[in-house]
């Protein structure tokens, strides 16, 4: 059974750091593409980047060089650390897996998500 | 980045009705569309890929269409599982972008 699960601290404060872990099961992340996308309350949602199945990442520029995700396939873990943290950084942050099938991505499990609020 | 504009922003339905969601890119995206399903407290579900194809699990009810810049949606025969919210989104150029979201509720 694919899940994704993601944990960290639901609190961080202004200009700290975030750091979050997804822990997957059921596939193998050398073989699939591992998303993060995060929601804010009321908005919409928004990608942030990616690690390739290959090891390769990409990033939303909107996130300039705050972002930074890496992984560890032995535990089939992938991690997002993103700092300089503020207030509209709060929202719901999920890791979600994609495959490439008969020609389009294939966005089609997602994690629970990770509350983050970011206050002091 | 492509900009992807969603309408309505909420509808209401009634029980067995059919109803549609646009969404309407900034540049051709060559079909490059996905449509998830959002209940309050859960995560997105996938429900259409490739602007067309089915999703395996999902009802058949929900079926997509469009080429070029615009894509829709359609629900046929309302039920009240299918309250939430629904977003496109693109993957045809990075970074991939959402809808700003359509809210469907029963009436």
């Known amino acids: 059974q694919v899940q994704l699960k993601e944990s960290g601290p639901g609190l961080v404060q202004p200009s700290q750091t975030l750091s979050l872990t997804c822990t997957v099961s059921g596939f193998s992340l050398s073989s699939y593409s591992v998303h993060w996308v995060r929601h804010h309350s009321g908005k919409s949602l928004e990608w942030m980047g990616r690690m390739w199945s290959d090891g390769v990442t990409s990033y939303n520029s909107a996130f300039t060089s705050r972002l930074s995700i890496s992984r560890d396939t032995s535990k089939s873990q992938v991690f997002l650390k993103m700092n300089s943290l503020q207030t509209e950084d709060t929202g719901t942050y999920y890791c979600?897996?994609?495959?490439?099938?008969?020609?389009?991505?294939?966005?089609?499990?997602w994690g629970q998500g990770a509350s983050v609020t970011v206050s002091s | 980045d492509i900009q992807m504009t969603q309408s309505p922003a909420s509808l209401s339905a009634s029980l067995g009705e059919t109803i549609s969601i646009g969404c309407l890119a900034s540049e051709d995206i060559s079909s490059h569309l996905a449509w998830y399903q959002q209940k309050p407290g859960k995560s997105p579900q996938l429900l259409i890929y490739g602007a067309n194809s089915l999703q395996a699990g999902v009802p058949s009810r929900f079926s997509g269409s469009g080429s070029g810049t615009q894509y829709s949606l359609k629900i046929s025969n309302m039920q009240p599982e299918d309250e939430g919210d629904y977003f496109c989104?693109?993957?045809?150029?990075?970074?991939?972008?959402f809808g700003g979201g359509t809210k469907l509720e029963l009436k």
């Open positions: 979600a897996r994609s495959y490439y099938y008969f020609g389009y991505y294939v966005m089609d499990a």
């Open positions: 989104q693109q993957s045809h150029k990075f970074p991939w972008t």
